[in-house]
């Protein structure tokens, strides 16, 4: 059984980085589309990119495009999110899912297994 483990969240200025991991474990990750979700407690998850496990094609969200950067690195069996300029309507909690048909997107549905999230706060 896949487990998916996020971490690298926290506090941040406005303007500021942070680079959020997800390692997983259970399984290899060569096999999955990992994507990368935030969340407002109380209302749905936004997808924010994902990562397919062919080519490595990337995909983003209109509101994080030319800011955040999704890698892989399949020897250490982890998926990063690189987020820059990061803006106060970036604090949600993030959440890291992988899809065992390789092929992902920005629904949840499209997940099969999903990590316990970590929080990312911008604020001044």
């Known amino acids: 059984q896949l487990q998916l483990v996020e971490s690298g969240g926290g506090l941040v200025q406005p303007g500021g980085s942070l680079r959020l991991s997800c390692a997983a474990s259970g399984s290899t990750l060569d096999y999955y589309a990992i994507g990368w979700f935030r969340q407002v407690p109380g209302k749905e998850r936004e997808g924010v990119s994902y990562?397919?496990?062919?080519?490595?094609?990337?995909y983003y969200a209109d509101s994080v495009k030319g800011r955040f950067t999704i890698s892989r690195d399949n020897s250490k069996n982890t998926v990063y999110l690189q987020m820059n300029s990061l803006k106060p309507e970036d604090t949600r909690i993030y959440y890291c899912a992988a899809d065992s048909s390789g092929l992902g997107g920005l629904r949840e549905l499209e997940y099969d297994f999903w990590g316990q999230g970590t929080q990312v706060t911008v604020s001044s």
């Open positions: 990562i397919m496990n062919s080519d490595g094609s990337t």
